[in-house]
Nanobody, 126 residues
């Protein structure tokens, strides 16, 4: 089982990045996917989630209207489009997978997830 994030990098404030999360070794279409981020000295924070079919999506208030989550089950990949980036978005971004029923009530809790990626660094300069 493996989740591999990519697409991070250095961008100026106001810019955009698209993160990808590729899944291997499990039945991807049975799992909801969450994106989290962790800045130095801070707790891991739930950013967004998407259900296994893609019909349920949710976002942290801090990214609503700027970030969009999507998935392509044919490619076993989830995407996080990040627009209007701010310096406070700087963090390591992780994707995670869960088959927990009713995950949307608990999606911001890291313990709700079974599998995690290694993370990708996003740095937004002012």
């Amino acid at each position: 089982v493996q989740l591999v994030e990519s697409g991070g990098g250095l961008v100026q404030a106001g810019g955009s990045l698209r993160l990808s999360c590729a899944a291997f070794g499990f039945t991807f279409e049975d799992y909801a996917i969450g994106w989290f981020r962790q800045a130095p000295g801070k707790e891991r924070e739930g950013v967004s989630c998407i259900s296994s079919s893609g019909d349920i999506r949710d976002y942290a208030d801090s990214v609503k209207g700027r970030f969009t989550i999507s998935r392509d089950n044919a490619k076993n990949t989830v995407y996080l489009q990040m627009n209007s980036l701010k310096p406070e978005d700087t963090a390591v971004y992780y994707c995670a997978a869960t088959d927990l029923e009713g995950f949307w009530r608990l999606w911001t809790l890291p313990d709700s997830y079974d599998y995690w990626g290694q993370g990708t660094q996003v740095t937004v300069s002012s």
